[in-house]
């Protein structure tokens, strides 16, 4: 089954304007979700065993630092040693997977060096209508390079649904596919993966960190853009969460797709199940609203990388020094 949460949303208009769903309420998309029989934990398959977070330090952070400094602390590095892709470089690829071929679009910036490990963030882009994947996820690709964001290496996959949504099953298997793919041309930083989506692929990037049927074991802190647990994860989904994924969550005080207030519960929860939002060491919750709609912008990501960029999840592996 396609994850597209609008009619509306799945028709060619919708290249024009990334994970635009139209002025129906998150309501009825949710309904529209029941009516199609979704259920997550049929979706995606389990999870492997879970890895620790800890925090990296503040330097790596800090573009200008990267460039003239060597590692202080690689206890936290886990080097993927990949080689052979182009950099700098901004372009598209496609692989095949066990789920079909699949096509992600990736920009490799000029802070790269193969000869450091680099984070990795992958990219969920919005409903985007019939034939408009590319559009979609070159677009939430684009505004991540343009934030400028020192050595992060940004890959934007594109989703499988006919009508330009996500099909959760044989999607998170392209996205295993994308990461290895990425992680064997370029030299990642296996601890410093990460998850971002927008929209329908917001909602989809819930359930991928929180559902242990998903794949939390996948990224060191996630960050979402106008997405909502109630539209495909369930509310309950952080109560039930194996592990405590960092997160950083956007949203525009006037998208009236996923309403704010909705959003807002949203936080609750999360802090409810043990998520911490008091700054400090602690801290793994982070919620800023923005003056807008349902939209995103390459200051957007700035923010949400700079919330995201010190945690490191440690798995239970022999770490490259």
């Avoid at 789920?99 to 984070?119: I, K, N, Q, W």
């Amino acid at each position: 089954m396609e994850y597209c949460t609008n009619n509306l949303a799945c028709t060619a208009q919708a290249r024009r304007q990334i994970g635009k769903l139209g002025s129906k309420s998150i309501l009825k998309h949710i309904s529209r979700l029941r009516q199609l029989g979704f259920t997550f934990a049929l979706m995606l398959p389990s999870a492997a065993a879970l890895a620790a977070t800890q925090l990296v330090p503040a330097w790596r952070c800090n573009a200008e630092v990267l460039i003239s400094s060597s590692f202080e602390d690689e206890t936290l590095v886990r080097a993927s040693l990949g080689s052979g892709g182009a950099f700098p470089q901004q372009s598209q690829i496609t692989i095949g997977s066990t789920s079909g071929a699949v096509t992600y679009h990736y920009d490799v910036p000029a802070g790269y060096s193969p000869e450091r490990p680099a984070p990795l963030m992958i990219l969920l882009h919005g409903a985007a209508g019939p034939g408009g994947q590319p559009f979609a996820a070159a677009s939430v690709r684009d505004a991540w390079a343009q934030a400028g964001l020192g050595d992060l290496i940004v890959v934007a996959q594109e989703s499988s649904g006919s009508m330009g949504g996500w099909i959760p099953s044989a999607d998170l298997t392209k996205l295993r596919a994308v990461l290895a793919s990425a992680r064997t041309r370029y030299n990642v930083d296996l601890n410093r993966i990460y998850g971002w989506g927008f929209s329908a692929g917001a909602h989809l990037m819930h359930g991928i960190a929180l559902a242990p049927t998903g794949a939390p074991e996948l990224f060191a802190g996630y960050g979402i853009s106008a997405g909502a647990l109630q539209a495909f994860v369930g509310i309950t989904a952080p109560q039930n969460a194996p592990r405590k994924v960092p997160l950083h969550i956007h949203q525009g005080v006037d998208d009236g797709v996923v309403p704010l207030k909705i959003v807002q519960a949203d936080v609750v929860r999360f802090q409810s199940a043990g998520w911490i939002s008091e700054f400090g060491p602690s801290q793994n919750l982070y919620f800023e609203t923005f003056n807008g709609g349902h939209e995103f912008e390459n200051t957007h990501a700035q923010r949400i990388w700079l919330d995201l960029c010190r945690f490191a999840e440690v798995a239970n592996q022999p770490m490259a020094k």
